[in-house]
C-alpha cells in the first residue's frame, strides 16, 4: 500500500510560479511511475504530467507544457511539479499519482491505470 501525500498548493496570481511536492511511503517507490492529475470545479479529473521510474521519461499534458516540469527524487521518495506561467485556468484540484510499471521509462496518462491516488493540493490563480 502506497500514500501519497501533496503539499505546496496556494493562492497566487496570474503568471506566477507554484513547486508542488508529493512524499510516498509504504511501497518501492522507484516502481512506480508518478504523475499529477487535476479537477476543476465541474470537470472531470484530466492528466497534467507524469514521469518513468528513473525520471528519463516525461510527458505532458499540451494545456501545460512548456510551463509546467515534472521531476522526482528516488532518493526522497518524491516528485515535484514546478508550475510556472499560471493562468486562471489552471485554479483545480491537483492530485498525486502512482502507477505500477514494469519498466523505468513507461508511464500512462490514463486515470484508469492509477493504482494510488494522494488526497489533492488546491492550487488558486487568481487574473
Known amino acids: 500500500q502506497v500514500q501519497l501525500v501533496e503539499s505546496g498548493g496556494g493562492l497566487v496570481q496570474a503568471g506566477a510560479s507554484l513547486r508542488l511536492s508529493c512524499a510516498a511511503s509504504?511501497?518501492?517507490?522507484?516502481?512506480?511511475?508518478m504523475g499529477w492529475f487535476r479537477q476543476a470545479p465541474g470537470k472531470q479529473r484530466e492528466f497534467v504530467a507524469a514521469?518513468?521510474?528513473?525520471?528519463?521519461?516525461?510527458d505532458y499534458s499540451d494545456s501545460v507544457k512548456g510551463r509546467f516540469t515534472i521531476t522526482r527524487d528516488n532518493a526522497r521518495n518524491t516528485v515535484y511539479l514546478q508550475m510556472n506561467s499560471l493562468k486562471p485556468e489552471d485554479t483545480a484540484v491537483y492530485y498525486c499519482a502512482a502507477d505500477r510499471e514494469t519498466g523505468p521509462y513507461a508511464y500512462s496518462t490514463k486515470i484508469s491505470d492509477v493504482d494510488y491516488w494522494g488526497q489533492g493540493t488546491q492550487v488558486t490563480v487568481s487574473s
Open positions: 509504504g511501497g518501492t517507490f522507484s516502481r512506480y511511475a
Open positions: 514521469v518513468g521510474w528513473s525520471g528519463g521519461s516525461t
